[in-house]
């Protein structure tokens, strides 16, 4: 496959621009096509494709890099790099067509061994995106066609395949967004996707340039993505009221009056996000008794929480994750808040009349204040907390959340509801938070993983539900809309239920 004449001096022009961003210049834009789009947000912390999880790092490889498939805003299947698919009736093979004519940013040619290349190396590096994928091979046998072979049927594969950590890495690039010493500093942020990047100042801020070779000319109008790492929530909010940013999302509800009254579009985005409150129940911690759990859901009122911290704009949840967006997968549970029963739990499983805990809370959509006033309801339950308040990047990339006894974590929406059991709470799961292993849950949940028929899956769901209720180590108090806001100039934005996964193509930005 030849490459076309233009390639050479389009390549030129972007290695000119590394170089001169990297000597600290301006560089202006080559056209005047969609203007620049500038967005505050916290600052990555993993950028590993493989491995960062969370908004800033999802959006940051989203700007370089394509997934075979995209996840619309409606949960739907789009095709990116990939054309289509197929399964075999046994639902073991997957056969995936992949688009011809494609180009890393680098010049180099996207093909099926990229695909290979990516997909071994989740398996290789055990990156959490394989809770979702499970057990499989992959070959090419041609240059536009992967096969993935399972060892038995996971009627979700296809949102593995499309999940976001599973971005197309070239081949060529063995520690892909690893920084050189040099002028080649950025040489291994090269993907096939919409956006290069030219400038990387960690914890300060990114600057990506349109892609000029993107393998879908048309879709891409903005000449510029500025991504501006603030990690204070409220000085995000003042950095879009002065007009310092554009774009801002997660922002907490009771700023947007705020918003609003500085004439500012907020957009409101119904999600299965949700706050997890959860508590360790591994070998020597005290969750580990059953007791301790049904003393912390009985200590919460939920209802009173969404009303003081959500204006009562959420659906008030139960004691796990399927939310209401996925329809009859939603145990609408009641989880009553009971003061005195929690109180007399305490006492049967310590002996003790109190039990305090050090409450570790991410810093993010309001979640201080959410922490606070179940502070103040968990007092009357005889349960006393410290509460700790942990930035977002810093919470999430060094992996404190993961360690803390007590903590509070923010899980944004995902497409599928097996997602969340897969990733945080089957025995062994990536982000098993809590450290939960439940022989039932562990089998109802790899049930559903074979199930297509959407009732019988319901059915396993409400299961698992009835599980979480009764020995569950978690609270949901609520399912939340995500809450973003935009400048004016603004156009053609829709953003995802997973923030992090909003796709700015079709985007611009008047001046």
């Known amino acids: 496959m030849a490459i076309p004449a233009p390639r050479t001096p389009r390549l030129l022009a972007v290695a000119l621009v590394v170089m001169v961003c990297l000597m600290g210049l301006t560089v202006l834009p080559a056209h005047a096509q969609g203007g620049t789009l500038t ?26 890099y394509d997934y075979l498939f995209d996840v619309s805003v409606t949960n739907e299947i789009v095709p990116n790099l990939a054309s289509g698919y197929e399964v075999s009736e046994d639902g073991l093979v997957y056969t995936v067509t992949l688009l011809p004519e494609v180009w890393f940013q680098d010049g180099t040619v996207f093909d099926s061994e990229d695909v290979v290349y990516t997909f071994q190396r989740l398996q290789t590096i055990e990156s959490p995106a394989l809770g979702l994928l499970g057990e499989f091979t992959v070959e090419a046998t041609d240059a536009t066609t992967v096969v993935f072979t399972l060892t038995s049927p996971n009627a979700d594969f296809i949102y593995g395949i499309a999940g976001r950590f599973a971005f197309i890495l070239s081949s060529e690039i063995t520690e892909p967004n690893v920084l050189i010493e040099g002028e080649s500093a950025l040489a291994n942020f090269t993907g096939t996707g919409p956006f290069i990047l030219v400038d990387y100042r960690p914890g300060e801020s990114a600057t990506f340039v349109r892609n000029d070779i993107y393998h879908m000319p048309d879709a891409v109008l903005l000449d510029e993505v500025i991504h501006v790492y603030i990690d204070d929530p409220l000085a995000q909010v003042d950095a879009l009221r002065s007009g310092a940013v554009d774009f801002i999302f997660k922002v907490p509800v009771d700023q947007v009056a705020v918003l609003e009254q500085a004439g500012l579009n907020v957009l409101n985005v119904a999600t299965n996000q949700h706050p997890v409150i959860r508590i360790r129940t591994a070998e020597g911690f005290r969750g580990e008794d059953v007791r301790i759990r049904q003393a912390l859901k009985l200590g919460i009122d939920r209802t009173e929480l969404n009303e003081l911290t959500q204006d009562g704009l959420a659906t008030v949840g139960n004691n796990d994750p399927i939310g209401p967006l996925y329809g009859n997968y939603f145990a609408a549970i009641d989880a009553p808040y009971d003061p005195e029963a929690a109180c007399a739990l305490i006492l049967e499983a310590t002996g003790e009349e109190r039990i305090s805990f050090e409450f570790y809370v991410v810093d993010a959509l309001g979640y201080p204040d959410l922490a606070t006033v179940m502070q103040q309801q968990w007092e009357a339950a005889c349960i006393d907390v410290e509460i700790l308040v942990r930035p977002e990047n810093v919470y999430y990339g060094d992996n404190e959340w993961l360690d803390a006894e ?3 974590t923010g899980w944004a929406s995902r497409p599928i509801p097996q997602q969340y059991l897969l990733e945080a709470y089957v025995t062994g799961a990536p982000f098993n938070e809590s450290n939960f292993s439940d022989a039932d849950v562990d089998a109802l949940a790899a049930e559903a993983a074979l199930t297509v028929d959407p009732a019988a899956r319901a059915e396993l769901y409400q299961q698992i539900a009835a599980a979480f209720a009764e020995r569950g180590p978690i609270i949901v108090p609520f399912f939340a809309p995500v809450i973003g806001a935009t400048t004016a100039r603004v156009q053609g934005l829709e953003m995802n239920p997973f923030p992090g996964l909003t796709d700015l193509r079709g985007v611009s930005v008047s001046e």
């Not at 912390?45 to 960062?52: H, I, Q, R, T, Y």
Request: glycine content about 10%; cysteine-free; charged content about 15%.
């Open 406 to 408: 007590l903590g509070l």
């Open 39 to 64: 967005i505050g947000t916290n600052a990555p912390v993993n950028l590993d494709p493989a491995l960062g999880s969370n908004d800033p790092e999802i959006l940051f490889n989203r700007m370089i």
